[in-house]
């Protein structure tokens, strides 16, 4: 397995959201946030966006109802021994799927708490899962049970976010020191990401926006941004990076010195930038 904490730190999580449903006399936890599968198994995939839902009964049984994409996912990267398949076609109920799940696990007529909270459980799927549940068990909205025990951190959590952390302002210093009057965005945003990633980190789940020039303001990714002016005055990124599981975030508006004519009359013409074009050269 490709655990990021280890299997004694992830037992102790799952040990404190079982004693957090008994007091809310909960019998289980359906769960359906990427965070909180991660938090509690260290299960991770990008297939979070595609139905997937898991299991954690009061007694400490745990079961993963997810695609067929994403078994390996489970199988090497959490400690989730029962994973179980739904059939990704035309016409496919998962919501039955993960009924027959928690059947399996003795959770008819038990009061169970939904993580209905989830960017994966769109409107329609979570439509699904009640239909599926309706008169097998009893359940109520249970979005913040993981979300409130993942605000205090372990030691091997902080760890991770001082690393994280570390990443992240040597990223910014590389932005800062690259940042000068002409400089593709893209370019400093490679220098960025190699920093983070040969210090051991993992890229942010998306792109940091970066701009210059005109589009400054627009924040939009490098590839979309127009050539950069050599007149720019301002260059604003925001750095989001993550180191192996804990992501830490930092944000910068570097200003760029636009010379003034004093300065010019001191040192000669400013050098044309390499992607001006002849007409803005001969000016």
């Known amino acids: 397995m490709a655990l990021h904490f280890s299997a004694r730190e992830l037992a102790a999580r799952r040990r404190r959201a079982c004693r957090a449903m008994v007091a809310r006399g909960l019998d289980g936890l359906v769960l359906f946030r990427q965070e909180s599968m991660y938090y509690l198994t260290g299960y991770d995939t990008s297939g979070y966006s595609m139905f997937q839902g898991m299991y954690l009964g009061a007694d400490g049984a745990l079961a993963l109802c997810t695609r067929s994409a994403d078994l390996r996912q ?9 994973v179980r398949i739904w059939r990704d076609r035309q016409g496919a ?3 039955a799927d993960l009924r027959d799940m928690l059947e399996s696990h003795g959770c008819r007529g038990k009061r169970l708490g939904v993580e209905y909270h989830a960017y994966g459980l769109t409107a329609q799927r979570g439509q699904m899962v009640d239909a ?9 909205d249970a979005s913040d049970l993981v979300r409130l025990l993942r605000l205090v951190k372990s030691p091997a959590e902080l760890a991770y976010v001082r690393r994280a952390g ?3 302002d040597a990223a910014l ?20 990401m190699k920093t983070i990633l040969s210090g051991d980190g993992d890229p ?9 020039g005109r589009s400054a303001s627009a924040i939009r990714s490098p590839s979309s941004s127009p050539p950069p002016i050599a007149t720019t005055t301002r260059a604003s990124c925001t750095s989001w990076s993550r180191a192996r599981s804990i ?10 010195a636009r010379r003034s004519p004093r300065a010019r009359q001191r040192s000669g013409p400013a050098a044309p930038s390499a992607t001006s074009s002849p007409r803005m050269r001969a000016r």
């Open 74 to 82: 489970a199988r090497i990267t959490s400690v989730i021994g029962d």
């Open 93 to 95: 109920t998962p919501g």
């Open 132 to 140: 599926a549940l309706s008169g097998f068990c009893r359940v109520e």
């Open 166 to 168: 570390a990443l992240a």
């Open 173 to 192: 210093a590389v932005a800062n020191r690259l940042t000068v009057p002409g400089a593709a965005p893209g370019a400093i945003y490679g220098e960025m």
């Open 204 to 212: 942010s789940a998306s792109r940091w926006p970066m701009g210059s």
């Open 247 to 256: 992501r830490a975030s930092a944000t910068c508006s570097a200003p760029v």
